[in-house]
């Protein structure tokens, strides 16, 4: 089945533009020209990626992104101006999963939506279960459990986990994640990064403002705190 790609974007030629490079891959593509229409659309169209602009007319790109994480895990890639870095952190605090900034090359734009379709057990992977602090993650069902509380993590929020569970011996600089995580091949932004793991810690630790399974290593990155 080929993937879907949602673009929601009120620039008709960005949009066309858009929609023939993604379709060139091989991907089904839908278009919502605004914001108030997004969810409705999400809905009806099913994506497996969205790309998301900041600046929309009705609700803008930050709120439909909220209202998007409230109900899916869905990756989302944020579209935006270079003056938009107020609103590129405030769209991943939303739960953005990455952003790419205006004017971009569409070779750019292909790769972070394949880096998105990517799934972990697909790129590296052996063990079916892993563990860091007192989480268990299960790889095949792609499920993270404490106890019997399941943990619901996005996407990206899982393929993070995992990468520091894989090698709990290991202390992984922020540009290593970028690289395993993301994707990127090339200096990003690692404010990704920091976002990330807020969110996941948030999600997974008894305290995150004390971290006892996303631990920092400060001057240096992330590492997995010790299994319980």
């Known amino acids: 089945m080929n993937a879907r790609v949602l673009v929601v974007d009120d620039d008709p030629s960005l949009a066309e533009m858009l929609g023939i490079v993604l379709r060139g891959e091989g991907w089904d593509v839908g278009h919502c020209p605004d914001g108030s229409g997004a969810l409705e659309a999400f809905r009806a169209f099913k ?6 602009d900041v600046m929309l007319p009705g609700l803008d790109g930050v709120q439909v992104c909220q209202q998007l994480r409230a109900e899916s895990g869905v990756p989302i890639v944020m579209l935006t ?6 609103d590129v952190v405030a769209g991943l605090d ?13 070779q750019e734009l292909i790769a972070r939506v394949h880096a998105r379709l990517r799934r972990t057990d697909e790129r590296e992977g052996v ?6 602090g007192n989480l268990a993650i299960d790889i095949t069902g792609h499920s993270v459990h404490r106890g019997e509380e399941a943990i619901a ?8 986990v995992v990468t520091l569970a894989r090698k709990p011996w290991k202390v992984f600089s922020r540009e290593e994640l970028l690289q395993k995580v993301w994707g990127y091949r ?12 807020q969110r996941l810690r ?6 995150p403002e004390h971290p006892e399974i996303v631990l920092t290593v400060r ?10």
Not at 47 to 52: A, E, R, S, Y
Not at 127 to 132: G, K, P, S, V, Y
Not at 186 to 197: C, F, I, K, P, S
Request: glycine fraction near 8%; proline fraction near 7%.
């Open 94 to 106: 939303a739960g953005a999963d990455d952003y790419i900034t205006k004017p971009f090359k569409p």
């Open 81 to 86: 101006a270079r003056t938009d870095t107020v």
């Open 186 to 197: 090339h200096a990003g932004d690692t404010r990704l990064v920091n976002v990330h793991v």
């Open 153 to 160: 993590l996005t996407p990206l929020e899982f393929d993070l």
């Open 47 to 52: 994506p497996d990626v969205v790309l998301l």
């Open 202 to 207: 948030a999600k997974i630790e008894r305290d």
């Open 127 to 132: 063990d079916d279960t892993l563990r860091i």
């Open 219 to 228: 001057g240096v990155g992330y590492k997995a705190g010790a299994p319980a």
